[in-house]
């Protein structure tokens, strides 16, 4: 039976596996899945999920309840040797192993990309993962719990300063949903002022969103003013050492929260550590029949798709001819990367991907959303609704649609939660504390030599003592 190895269970990981499963007759391979991550994030939720608005876990998917086909490995790919077809895994636990395959499919997506700048690396954080937005939201919550208790001034404001670092759809939608967060905070904390909240976000181009029209962008930009947001266009961040951020403008802003969104890179671990061609922007060159390689010379048994891949855009948009690294096209390629694997396992032709840009849908807060196809433009509550339609349906599989949906339902009568779990860092700190430890063992105590003559009474203190010893090592 050949042997289908998927590198990675992301959105096109996980959709590859999902289709492999409803195309492949019984028998005729055998898939497996890698990933370090027991599950597929929805990585559009994460600016909600960072706002309160969905809950962590309903926001990811788990291999094992809906690849039931499928073997899923936890553990990660660390090198691809293509010219013998051979993988080597980094299992989550014991020694890296090398697997055999027939067909390998390369969808390790993409990581934050970062660029040197001082304090960066130590003192921001990413959204690229559910962990990041679990952190994003805790922190916030839990810096309004410190803020309260502090006088107003330079240590409040700190704690109330978020900064964004990068004007994409990402830095957008978790900017606008965490001043949307903020601000319902308030109404729990009468201590905090809206004025005490600042929220500033920075980007380097003299623009937001480039997925939107200009009109679209500068429509958000306004809105986010009214909101008390700020956006530094034509800036870039210069420093952020002990959370002080330095900007190009020479303004300094004093932050405990700096969330980094300015771009993505294929994933370095995968693309580096492998033998199959990469092209000048360090993804996996792929063709429009998600085979790698060339358009001339397809690389026999060897896939790519997603984030990770540079698949060719032949519906003409796309940048550098390339299709951009979002869901709507990790979906539709893995989509059909699985019909023309199992196409050419049975001898038959891979078909081309042709994928026109539906267009881009972003929420910004409850009641506020944005929606741009081609000419066509929504603003406010309706391309809200838009939003959530759109990503509360593309959630694969109803099990997980029902818990996000259920969720909004719920939060809709009763509010967002607002409690902060920061504390799940450190779980065990309340057990700790009370634990019963066991108490140093006391040093044996030989007793001064007596006169044995009434032996009976000076044998008595020896036992005494064995019994204490005893009862104190207990
Ligand atoms: C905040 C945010 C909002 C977004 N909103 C939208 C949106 O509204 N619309 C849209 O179209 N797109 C959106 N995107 C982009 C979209 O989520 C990505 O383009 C999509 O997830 C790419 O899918 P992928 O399968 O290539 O990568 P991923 O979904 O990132 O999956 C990669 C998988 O590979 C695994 N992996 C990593 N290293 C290894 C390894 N060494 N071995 C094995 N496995 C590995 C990872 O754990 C992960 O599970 C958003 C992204 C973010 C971050």
């Not at 028998?27 to 027991?38: I, K, Q, S």
């Not at 499919?105 to 960066?120: D, E």
């Not at 671990?269 to 358009?295: K, M, S, Y």
């Not at 390339?322 to 990790?330: D, G, I, L, R």
């Amino acid at each position: 039976m050949p042997k289908i190895l998927i590198v990675g269970g992301g959105y096109a990981g996980f959709y590859t596996a999902w289709k492999l499963e409803k195309h492949l007759r019984k028998g005729e391979a055998e898939v497996t899945v890698v990933d370090p991550l027991p599950y597929m994030t929805y990585q559009p939720f994460l600016p909600e999920v960072a706002a309160g608005s969905i809950e962590a876990r309903h926001s990811v998917v788990a291999l094992r309840r809906h690849l039931s086909k499928t073997k899923v490995v936890a553990g990660k790919v660390t090198g691809i040797s293509h010219a013998d077809k051979t993988a080597t895994i980094t299992p989550s636990v014991g020694d890296p192993y090398q697997v055999r395959y027939d067909q390998i499919v390369v969808t390790a997506g993409a990581v934050s990309r970062t660029f040197p700048i001082p304090g960066i690396a130590d003192n921001a954080i990413g959204l690229k993962t559910i962990e990041e937005a679990v952190a994003i939201r805790d922190r916030l919550t839990a810096n309004f719990d410190k803020a309260a208790l502090v006088p107003a001034g330079p240590e409040r404001d700190r704690l109330l300063t978020v900064v964004v670092v990068g004007g994409g759809f990402a830095g957008i939608e978790v900017f606008a949903e965490l001043r949307s967060y903020a601000s319902a905070l308030l109404k729990n904390y009468p201590e905090l002022r809206f004025e005490d909240t600042h929220f500033h976000l920075v980007e380097a181009m003299g623009r937001i969103m480039p997925e939107v029209s200009l009109k679209t962008s500068e429509w958000v930009l306004k809105n986010l003013a009214e909101r008390g947001a700020a956006v530094h266009l034509d800036t870039q961040v210069t420093g952020a050492i002990d959370g002080n951020i330095e900007l190009s403008t020479g303004e300094t802003i004093p932050s405990d929260l700096i969330i980094w969104t300015a771009g993505v890179m294929a994933n370095p671990t995968v693309v580096r550590g492998g033998d199959l061609p990469v092209e000048e922007r360090g993804r996996i060159r792929a063709r429009a029949d998600l085979r790698v390689g060339t358009a001339e010379a397809p690389l026999e048994g060897a896939w790519a798709a997603g984030d990770v891949a540079a698949v060719p855009d032949l519906s003409g948009g796309g940048v550098g001819g390339y299709c951009v690294p979002n869901a709507q096209h990790a979906v539709r390629q893995a989509k059909l990367l699985a019909k023309n694997l199992v196409a050419v396992l049975r001898g038959e032709e891979p078909k081309e991907y042709v994928h026109k840009n539906l267009g881009a849908v972003a929420g910004l807060g409850i009641g506020i959303g944005v929606f741009q196809s081609g000419k066509i433009a929504i603003k406010g509550l309706p391309a809200w609704f838009a939003h959530r339609g759109y990503h509360g349906l593309a959630m694969p599989s109803w099990e997980r649609k029902f818990r996000v949906l259920w969720g909004w339902w719920n939060n809709f009568w009763l509010g967002r939660d607002i409690v902060n779990l920061s504390t799940v860092q450190n779980p065990r700190y309340v057990f700790e504390e009370f634990a019963a430890r066991p108490r140093p063992a006391q040093p044996a105590v030989t007793p001064p030599a007596e006169p044995r003559e009434q032996g009976k009474i000076a044998d008595q203190p020896e036992k005494v003592d064995a019994e204490k010893a005893a009862a104190a090592g207990r």
